[in-house]
């Protein structure tokens, strides 16, 4: 058949069943299939029973899915205590008709293999739970017990055909959760060949950080992500952490927002930075890039809006403090709750969860400014790589938000102007270098405008003052004496 009459025809594409956990839709190219089963698999404490229950009370609460839940561990009390700490009611869902949790207590030692064992005291048993309900997502949780008693492979592989198969036949979406087997994806090495879906999660350490990994092994008729993904269990719940996470079909804004320094506006074109751009300010240490972000904070909050300010090396009171020397004074915004200072050092945890921090924060103060001080200190936490994908999913939010982001970048002094130690030079939209320069007998700080999208700019190198009546840039002079404080 040519690719024309291909296109010609109406092709139906898998249903998708949405699970709401942010990050997992984009992934799953929508969500786990609709109507299928699904298997989550990986080793303890790794997030199988949390996700398998977030997949049921988004279901229930934003697509009016109403869930059943069959344990094989835990009993309704204890999973409701569990996952209360995330958010999650299970007992108001449970008396609002959208949820219904069923312990299944198996003891091994109460099972007699007869020849003649099924599962259809379990089909009866959810299978009413399914209609009393209106069901049309199902998990359990987890299979191992369920079939622990099982030596005899051939009745195994015949009683984990038949389940999957009647849970298709139910048209309910499923999630089942299976331990990881010894060398094998599953402790018996079968259910992931009858699955349509097949997600495993990871939980490692290395080098004392841990952090917990997602991967689809297979999703049967539909294309979805093949790397390892970074995802977090938060106080929200999962977060999945994709490498991109924007299609590049974000708008963008024409409106110009002022720096707070006219000169520095006047080497943009006379009106500052687009708004929901992305800026880095790099330079050496010493050279004024907190002092700058500063400026351009106070600026945002004197338009009456809000910033936030993530520190990763100095406490808020060291900033604010430090500030006032130039006549910067980031106290009275704090005061009226259009300021944030988040501060957190870099080894505190690990990078994905410094970035769904950020996430939370950002979304609940909703800040026009957001400042990342500085983004090189994570490289004490992660490879280069993983620090350019991190800091490429913050900025890809923050432009989806319309959030104009200020980073933050400490360069040696025998790096190049142009380069960046995250390598993220092509996602930044302007760049604003500061950079020390030695002239008879003293320090002089010279400032320049490396690049700037969509705007006409300077391309000379200015003098960067630090006051006690504010920043000033002036026309390079290496040869009047400097007379500035030494904030940085």
């Given at each position: 058949?040519?690719?024309?009459?291909?296109?010609?025809?109406?092709?139906?594409?898998?249903?998708?069943?949405?699970?709401?956990?942010?990050?997992?839709?984009?992934?799953?190219?929508?969500?786990?299939?609709?109507?299928?089963?699904?298997?989550?698999?990986g080793g303890a404490g790794c997030g199988k029973t949390l996700l398998a229950m977030e997949f049921l009370v988004n279901g229930a609460i934003q697509y009016n899915?109403?869930?059943?839940?069959?344990?094989?561990?835990?009993?309704?009390?204890?999973?409701?205590?569990?996952?209360?700490?995330?958010?999650?009611?299970?007992?108001?869902?449970?008396?609002?008709?959208?949820?219904?949790?069923?312990?299944?207590?198996?003891?091994?030692?109460?099972?007699?293999?007869?020849?003649?064992?099924?599962?259809?005291?379990?089909?009866?048993?959810?299978?009413?739970?399914?209609?009393?309900?209106?069901?049309?997502?199902?998990?359990?949780?987890?299979?191992?017990?369920?079939?622990?008693?099982?030596?005899?492979?051939?009745?195994?592989?015949?009683?984990?055909?038949?389940?999957?198969?009647?849970?298709?036949?139910?048209?309910?979406?499923?999630?089942?959760?299976?331990?990881?087997?010894?060398?094998?994806?599953?402790?018996?090495?079968?259910?992931?060949?009858?699955?349509?879906?097949?997600?495993?999660?990871?939980?490692?350490?290395?080098?004392?950080?841990?952090?917990?990994?997602?991967?689809?092994?297979?999703?049967?008729?539909?294309?979805?992500?093949?790397?390892?993904?970074?995802?977090?269990?938060?106080?929200?719940?999962?977060?999945?952490l994709p490498i991109t996470s924007l299609m590049l079909n974000h708008q963008v804004s024409r409106e110009r927002i002022p720096t707070g320094i006219k000169e520095?506006?006047?080497?943009?074109?006379?009106?500052?930075?687009?708004?929901?751009?992305?800026?880095?300010?790099?330079?050496?240490?010493?050279?004024?890039?907190?002092?700058?972000?500063?400026?351009?904070?106070?600026?945002?909050?004197?338009?009456?809006?809000?910033?936030?300010?993530?520190?990763?090396?100095?406490?808020?009171?060291?900033?604010?403090?430090?500030?006032?020397?130039?006549?910067?004074?980031?106290?009275?915004?704090?005061?009226?709750?259009?300021?944030?200072?988040?501060?957190?050092?870099?080894?505190?945890?690990?990078?994905?969860?410094?970035?769904?921090?950020?996430?939370?924060?950002?979304?609940?103060?909703?800040?026009?400014?957001?400042?990342?001080?500085?983004?090189?200190?994570?490289?004490?936490?992660?490879?280069?790589?993983?620090?350019?994908?991190?800091?490429?999913?913050?900025?890809?939010?923050?432009?989806?938000?319309?959030?104009?982001?200020?980073?933050?970048?400490?360069?040696?002094?025998?790096?190049?102007?142009?380069?960046s130690v995250v390598g993220i030079f092509s996602l930044i939209d302007a760049w604003v270098n500061l950079r020390n320069l030695e002239s008879n007998g003293e320090?002089?700080?010279?400032?320049?405008?490396?690049?700037?999208?969509?705007?006409?700019?300077?391309?000379?190198?200015?003098?960067?003052?630090?006051?006690?009546?504010?920043?000033?840039?002036?026309?390079?002079?290496?040869?009047?004496?400097?007379?500035?404080?030494?904030?940085?």
């Amino acid at each position: 058949m040519t690719p024309e009459k291909r296109d010609k025809q109406r092709v139906k594409l898998l249903p998708k069943a949405p699970t709401g956990i942010p990050g997992m839709d984009e992934i799953t190219s929508g969500g786990l299939p609709k109507g299928r089963p699904t298997l989550v698999a990986g080793g303890a404490g790794c997030g199988k029973t949390l996700l398998a229950m977030e997949f049921l009370v988004n279901g229930a609460i934003q697509y009016n899915e109403p869930g059943v839940f069959v344990a094989f561990e835990e009993n309704a009390e204890e999973l409701a205590q569990n996952v209360a700490s995330l958010g999650f009611d299970l007992k108001q869902l449970m008396k609002q008709k959208k949820l219904i949790i069923d312990y299944v207590r198996v003891e091994r030692t109460e099972i007699e293999e007869t020849g003649e064992y099924d599962l259809d005291g379990l089909f009866i048993r959810l299978g009413h739970a399914i209609d009393t309900l209106g069901a049309k997502r199902v998990a359990l949780d987890t299979i191992e017990v369920l079939f622990s008693a099982l030596p005899n492979q051939g009745i195994l592989r015949a009683e984990l055909h038949r389940l999957f198969r009647w849970l298709k036949d139910k048209g309910v979406s499923a999630v089942i959760t299976a331990e990881r087997g010894d060398g094998t994806m599953t402790r018996f090495g079968l259910e992931e060949y009858v699955a349509d879906c097949v997600i495993l999660l990871d939980h490692r350490v290395a080098e004392q950080v841990s952090t917990r990994r997602l991967r689809i092994v297979k999703y049967r008729g539909t294309l979805h992500g093949t790397n390892e993904y970074p995802f977090l269990i938060g106080k929200h719940g999962i977060s999945v952490l994709p490498i991109t996470s924007l299609m590049l079909n974000h708008q963008v804004s024409r409106e110009r927002i002022p720096t707070g320094i006219k000169e520095l506006d006047d080497m943009l074109g006379g009106k500052g930075f687009y708004r929901g751009s992305s800026i880095m300010l790099s330079g050496t240490a010493g050279t004024g890039k907190t002092s700058l972000a500063s400026a351009l904070v106070e600026a945002a909050c004197k338009r009456g809006e809000r910033c936030l300010y993530f520190a990763f090396e100095e406490s808020a009171h060291q900033i604010i403090r430090d500030m006032r020397s130039i006549g910067i004074d980031l106290a009275p915004h704090i005061k009226k709750g259009l300021l944030q200072i988040h501060v957190a050092r870099p080894s505190q945890y690990g990078l994905e969860m410094h970035l769904v921090t950020m996430y939370d924060l950002i979304r609940e103060f909703k800040p026009s400014v957001v400042v990342l001080d500085p983004i090189t200190d994570f490289t004490s936490v992660g490879s280069e790589l993983e620090i350019k994908f991190a800091v490429t999913r913050i900025i890809d939010f923050l432009k989806v938000n319309m959030i104009t982001g200020l980073f933050i970048s400490v360069t040696s002094k025998d790096e190049a102007a142009d380069q960046s130690v995250v390598g993220i030079f092509s996602l930044i939209d302007a760049w604003v270098n500061l950079r020390n320069l030695e002239s008879n007998g003293e320090r002089h700080r010279g400032l320049f405008v490396l690049k700037s999208r969509g705007m006409s700019h300077s391309n000379k190198i200015h003098s960067f003052y630090l006051t006690k009546d504010g920043i000033k840039i002036r026309a390079m002079d290496l040869v009047g004496p400097q007379t500035e404080f030494s904030t940085t």
